[in-house]
C-alpha cells in the first residue's frame, strides 16, 4: 500500500509539474500567433493605405471633370434660361462669323514675293496673256489686284501709267472691302454680349427687389435668388464678349497682312508696267 500511494503520488507531481508548462507553452503558442495576425493585419493596412492615394488620384480627374461639366450646367440654368441662352446664341453666330473669315483669309494669303517673280518674269517677256491666265489660276487679293493691272496694260486704250494705277488702287478697295465683309456682325455679337448680361443684371435686381416686396423684409435669403442671376448672366456676357474680341483681333491683323501685300504688289506693278514697251508713257 505504500508502495502504490508513493507510485500515485509521483505520478500525481509529475502530472501537476507538466501541466504548468504545457499551459505556459501553448500562452506563448497563441501570444506568437496573435503578434502574427497583428502583424498581417498592420501590413495589410498600410497596404490599403498607400494603394488609396493611387486610386484617390485616378478617380480625382474624373470627379473634377465631370463636376465642372456639371458646374457650367447649373450655373447656365441658374442665370435665367432665357437670358442665358440668348448669351449662348451670341456667341455661337459670332463663332461662325469668325470662322469664316479666318478661312476666307487663309485661303487669300499666297506667297506674295514667289507670286511677284513669277508674275515679273512673264510680264518682261511679253507674255501678258500667260501673266493673266497666271493670276487668274491664283486665288487671293493681291493675284485679282495683279491680273487688273495686266488686263490694262494688255489692252490698247487702258494702258498708259496714270490709268493703270487708278484701276490698281480701285481694285485694292475692292478687294479690302471684301477683306472686311462680315466683321461688322462680329462687333455686333461682341456689343450684343455684354449688353445681354447687364440686361439679366437688372432684371435680376428687379426680382430681387419684388421679392422683397413680397416678403416686407430684407434679408441674405431673399436678395440672393436675384442676385445670382444678375451676376451670373453678367459673368457669362463679359466672357463671351472677350472670346469673340480675341478672334475679331487676330483677323484685323490678317486683313493688315493682306492690305499691306496689296500695296507692296501694287509698287511693284507700276515698276514692271512702266518697264514694259507695251506701256504709254
Known amino acids: 500500500?505504500?508502495?502504490?500511494?508513493?507510485?500515485?503520488?509521483?505520478?500525481?507531481?509529475?502530472?501537476?509539474?507538466?501541466?504548468?508548462?504545457?499551459?505556459?507553452?501553448?500562452?506563448?503558442?497563441?501570444?506568437a500567433a496573435e503578434q502574427v495576425d497583428s502583424a498581417a493585419v498592420d501590413s495589410a493596412a498600410v497596404d490599403t493605405a498607400e494603394a488609396a492615394p493611387a486610386v484617390e488620384e485616378t478617380v480625382a480627374p474624373v470627379e473634377e471633370e465631370q463636376g465642372l461639366h456639371k458646374t457650367l450646367k447649373t450655373k447656365f440654368i441658374e442665370g435665367d434660361a432665357g437670358f442665358m441662352s440668348l448669351v449662348a446664341?451670341?456667341?455661337?453666330?459670332?463663332?461662325?462669323?469668325?470662322?469664316?473669315?479666318?478661312?476666307?483669309?487663309?485661303?487669300?494669303?499666297?506667297?506674295?514675293?514667289?507670286?511677284?517673280e513669277t508674275l515679273r518674269g512673264k510680264v518682261e517677256a511679253n507674255k501678258l496673256d500667260e501673266a493673266i491666265d497666271y493670276c487668274a489660276g491664283t486665288r487671293g487679293p493681291v493675284a485679282q489686284v495683279s491680273k487688273k493691272a495686266i488686263q490694262c496694260l494688255a489692252s490698247d486704250d487702258q494702258n498708259d501709267i496714270?490709268?493703270?494705277?487708278?484701276?490698281?488702287?480701285?481694285?485694292?478697295?475692292?478687294?479690302?472691302?471684301?477683306?472686311?465683309?462680315?466683321?461688322?456682325?462680329?462687333?455686333?455679337?461682341?456689343?450684343?454680349?455684354?449688353?445681354?448680361?447687364?440686361?439679366?443684371t437688372v432684371?435680376?435686381?428687379v426680382q430681387a427687389f419684388d421679392d422683397i416686396e413680397r416678403a416686407g423684409d430684407i434679408s441674405p435669403t431673399v436678395v440672393a435668388g436675384g442676385m445670382k442671376v444678375a451676376l451670373i448672366t453678367t459673368i457669362f456676357g463679359i466672357i463671351v464678349a472677350l472670346v469673340l474680341q480675341v478672334f475679331y483681333n487676330y483677323i484685323l491683323s490678317r486683313i493688315e497682312a493682306l492690305n499691306s501685300n496689296m500695296e507692296e504688289t501694287a509698287m511693284s506693278l507700276l515698276e514692271?508696267?512702266?518697264?514694259?514697251?507695251k506701256c504709254k508713257k
Open 1 to 31: 500500500m505504500k508502495k502504490y500511494f508513493a507510485i500515485v503520488a509521483m505520478v500525481a507531481a509529475c502530472t501537476f509539474g507538466m501541466t504548468p508548462s504545457v499551459m505556459a507553452q501553448d500562452e506563448v503558442a497563441e501570444a
Open 203 to 205: 432684371i435680376g435686381m
Open 89 to 116: 446664341i451670341a456667341l455661337v453666330l459670332g463663332l461662325a462669323f469668325c470662322i469664316e473669315r479666318v478661312i476666307y483669309l487663309t485661303l487669300a494669303q499666297v506667297n506674295t514675293r514667289k507670286f511677284l
Open 272 to 277: 514692271m508696267c512702266v518697264k514694259s514697251p
Open 162 to 200: 496714270a490709268t493703270i494705277e487708278r484701276n490698281i488702287n480701285t481694285e485694292a478697295e475692292v478687294q479690302g472691302a471684301y477683306l472686311e465683309e462680315n466683321c461688322s456682325w462680329i462687333t455686333l455679337f461682341i456689343a450684343m454680349a455684354p449688353s445681354l448680361g447687364f440686361l439679366g
